[in-house]
């Protein structure tokens, strides 16, 4: 059975820079994937590049097994932010609704399937509440509820989230990652979504996607996010600090005692068991 | 090519007057141009002479000359604009084009009342520019005008500049953000009223930004910009106004191309030569040349 | 005089009908023109759509099409200039040659002032009965071409990159609505005038963003207003002589200001109720 989503040998350029280069990879159905990586690693980029918005200078993406192409109903797609007007004339159920047909010519027939496959997507996020209101008065941690809904109205196999909990309150954060989870279990969906930061990944996320300096580790949280690990990547010494339940990468040995792997690592992407 | 006729366009007092009047202006409208465009305040340029046409219709009617009617209404609008403070966006830029269209209305009304009271001629003046019928009285006072607008933008250069690139080092330096701003407001109000005369207030903006953007390919100096665009824009007008005279005899049905035309397919035709040829010397605020 | 009697005659019923079809298209195109903030090309193509109609005045011919045909081909080609370069100045400098041609047909074809000022300004008795076909042709073109892209246009607007996993471009919705945009504007111009026809595109779309919460409300409160605003100018243009336009450009305001006041009042009134 093929994998939801499958890279190889990945590379992507802009211009004269090689963002990253020779990555392969793959994620199961169910599985929630947690993309993290220093700024300007590529990590939106690479999401771009699996849901088929930028065209990788080599390799290839396949999404069920099919190259992945514009225009594909079997991916649902969470972008970072919306720049809305406070007087946008569309309800949540249009933004929803939009996520199921926003693609096709003319007027939506407002048929029962339409309208409960609208309800259910918002029941699914929660966001039930926000069906009749203004998208423009939201909040961002509302409205990012009804991008996700939006995403996965159309019942999509893979659900890519490009850094969803910039702008959210430490509150919101937690349920929009514990909503994630829930989705890609229950609704055997394979999920990466893009953050900054681990600490709210922690126990939710199946596994961890780091991106560094052109190369990445995929595996468990506890076996990626290591001194030997992380420094391979980044090609030198990087210190993995754990206080009271919480995890910070930090650049630089202190004392000496992080041993990098060689810098020269052979091996683009380490896939950890 | 005889260029026998150049001669006796310059024998004509029209056409002297056109000349002094318009190459004052234009060469005040290249200097205002250089900060327009570091300023970004193009679209002010737009309120202004919409809100000038109806200064210029209304002026008609009330029997005033219309240079009085352009230049009124827009200091005022200019002094209102820069005391309001606005800055634009999305809605906001649309729900100022319809207050903009409400003034522009009015401008229609009092234009279709001037031709009803027999000033027949007073929509094409003030849209498309009256320079060769410019009552020459004005000129002199044209000219002082243009001067005096000039002394007062090389008098506050610097701390126009600095106050336009940084505000807050500006204040911290002690120079008068505000009333710097509502100077230069006011000059550029001066100036593109002016250029309604020679161009009509539907492209008296071109005179404005045209030369500026074109000497802006060259050079990243503000001041070498303003100065080179005000060469250039005065160039363009002389120009304008000898084809202009000119070309009465170009076509057998003997009317003259107007200048308002000539002005804007050579601002046009020198931006578009410069772009092609030149990257871009200073386009964000961050790259410009303090002097 | 009674206003009313001007029904007896055909010019009036012809300007009247024309006049509605112009102003449902406008009503309608405005709502996108709004929603995406589209002001500039909303500005710039009646500008130059006047060179196109005061050159068709030069050379006789009194075609809709063909105006239509130079309003769409400048839409597609202000597309191009907008993505390209600083919008400020090179494009400021195309409205001028617009314009700036524009005055030269209108003196080239010794035209009187009241050429101008109907073609800038909008007037009454523009419309001949082919005219009134030729109207309504090319304003259900401009509305059909929104009313394919409906859903992609609301799509790429509010989430483009989702909208573009599922194969709605952006692109193409912009361009889609500038085709629309030029076809609508040439039909709106002999009408409203080429100065003022924004206001009857973005004026009726405003006010009824304010009081519409969902997409088709919006677009049939736009409608509405536009059709009132259109009929009302034209009707007292006909009983006082003024330009239409000047009749639209404030009731248009009129219908802005109302919208918000109202809206901002039944805010109050919630607010107050949920308290």
Avoid at chain 2, 131 to 139: G, K, R, S, Y
Avoid at chain 2, 248 to 269: G, I
Avoid at chain 3, 250 to 269: E, P
Wanted: glycine share 10%; aromatic share 8%; proline share 4%.
């Amino acid at each position: 059975m093929n994998p939801a989503i499958s890279f190889r040998d990945l590379t992507v350029s802009y211009g004269s820079r090689t963002v990253f280069a020779h990555l392969t990879g793959e994620i199961r159905a169910g599985q929630f994937v947690g993309v993290l990586g220093p700024n300007g690693a590529g990590k939106s980029t690479l999401l771009k590049a699996i849901a088929g918005l930028v065209r990788p200078v080599a390799g290839a993406v396949e999404i069920d097994g099919k190259p992945v192409r514009r225009r594909n109903k079997a991916i649902g797609y969470v972008p970072q932010s919306v720049q809305l007007d406070e007087d946008v004339p569309l309800t949540g159920r249009d933004l929803v609704g939009l996520g199921l047909d926003g693609h096709r010519l003319g007027f939506p027939l407002p048929t029962k399937e339409r309208r409960e496959a609208i309800d259910a997507a918002l029941a699914q996020v929660n966001a039930l509440h926000l069906a009749d209101r203004r998208i423009g008065r939201l909040s961002g941690g509302e409205r990012q509820r009804l991008l996700i809904a939006q995403a996965v109205v159309s019942k999509p196999r893979v659900l890519l989230l490009d850094e969803p909990l910039n702008n959210l309150d430490l509150a919101s954060t937690h349920q929009v990652v514990e909503l994630v989870k829930r989705l890609a279990h229950e609704g055997q969906m394979a999920v990466l979504l893009v953050a900054h930061d681990v600490n709210p990944l922690i126990g939710r996320a199946d596994e961890i996607l780091y991106l560094a300096n052109g190369r990445m580790a995929k595996g468990p949280l506890d076996d990626v996010l290591r001194p030997e690990v992380l420094s391979g990547l980044y090609g030198y010494p990087v210190e993995v600090l754990r206080a009271g339940g919480r995890v910070i990468v930090a650049a630089g040995a202190m004392d000496g005692h992080a041993h990098a792997v060689s810098a020269a690592s052979p091996e683009a992407s380490v896939m950890l068991p | 090519m005889t260029l026998g006729w150049i001669g006796e366009a310059l024998a004509s007092a029209p056409v002297q007057h056109a000349l002094i009047a318009g190459t004052e202006i234009a060469f005040l409208s290249g200097l205002v141009g250089a900060f327009v465009m570091i300023r970004g305040q193009s679209f002010a340029g737009h309120v202004l002479t919409d809100v000038g046409t109806t200064g210029g219709a209304g002026a008609y009617l009330v029997g005033m000359n219309g240079w009085f009617g352009f230049l009124s209404f827009g200091v005022l609008a200019s002094v209102g604009m820069e005391l309001a403070g606005g800055r634009t966006r999305g809605e906001r830029d649309l729900a100022t084009g319809v207050v903009l269209s409400l003034a522009l209305g009015f401008g229609a009304l009092f234009l279709y009342l001037d031709a009803q009271l027999a000033h027949a001629n007073a929509s094409m003046a003030v849209l498309f520019g009256s320079l060769f019928t410019l009552d020459p009285a004005l000129v002199p006072w044209i000219s002082l005008t243009a001067a005096a607008c000039l002394v007062a933008m090389l008098l506050i250069w610097r701390p126009l500049a600095l106050a336009s690139v940084n505000p807050d080092l500006a204040r911290v330096r002690g120079v008068p953000v505000r009333a710097i701003s509502i100077a230069f407001m006011v000059v550029l109000a001066v100036a593109v009223e002016t250029d309604a005369l020679v161009a009509g207030s539907l492209l008296a903006t071109a005179l404005i930004v045209g030369p500026a953007a074109t000497a802006a390919r060259f050079t990243a100096s503000p001041l070498r910009a303003g100065l080179a665009g005000g060469l250039l824009g005065a160039l363009l007008v002389a120009a304008s106004v000898l084809l202009s005279y000119d070309s009465y005899t170009w076509l057998p049905q003997h009317t003259s191309w107007p200048v308002s035309f000539f002005v804007a397919a050579f601002t046009f035709f020198a931006y578009a030569i410069a772009a092609a040829t030149h990257r871009v010397a200073f386009q964000r605020r961050a790259e410009v040349e303090l002097p | 005089m009674n206003p009313f009697v001007m029904f007896a005659f055909p010019f009036a019923r012809h300007a009247f009908l024309a006049a509605s079809f112009v102003a449902v298209a406008a009503g309608w195109i405005g709502f996108y023109v709004v929603l995406r903030g589209t002001a500039f090309a909303a500005h710039a193509l009646p500008k130059v759509g006047f060179a196109g109609a005061s050159g068709a005045l030069l050379l006789g011919v009194n075609s809709l099409f063909g105006v239509s045909l130079y309003s769409a081909i400048a839409a597609l080609g202000i597309g191009a200039l907008a993505e390209r370069d600083r919008r400020d100045v090179a494009t400021a400098l195309v409205l001028a040659l617009g314009l700036g041609t524009g005055a030269l047909f209108l003196s080239l074809g010794n035209l009187y002032a009241a050429d101008a000022m109907s073609l800038l300004f909008g007037q009454v008795l523009g419309v001949s009965s082919s005219g009134v076909m030729e109207t309504a042709c090319v304003s259900a073109a401009a509305i059909a071409l929104v009313v394919a892209f409906h859903r992609v246009l609301l799509f790429t607007t509010v989430a483009r990159e989702a909208a573009l996993v599922r194969g709605a471009s952006n692109r193409t919705a912009d361009w889609a609505l500038l085709a629309s945009l030029g076809l609508a504007t040439s039909a709106m111009m002999p009408v409203v005038g080429a100065l003022l026809s924004f206001s009857l595109l973005v004026g009726p779309a405003l006010a009824a963003r304010h009081l519409a919460r969902r997409p088709w409300q919006a677009i049939a409160q736009s409608i509405a207003l536009s059709l009132v605003i259109t009929w009302l100018s034209l009707f007292l243009s006909f009983a006082l002589g003024w330009p239409v336009g000047f009749f639209v450009a404030c009731l248009s305001a009129l219908a802005y200001a109302a919208a918000r006041a109202i809206s901002r009042a039944l805010g109050r009134k919630a607010q107050a109720g949920a308290a």
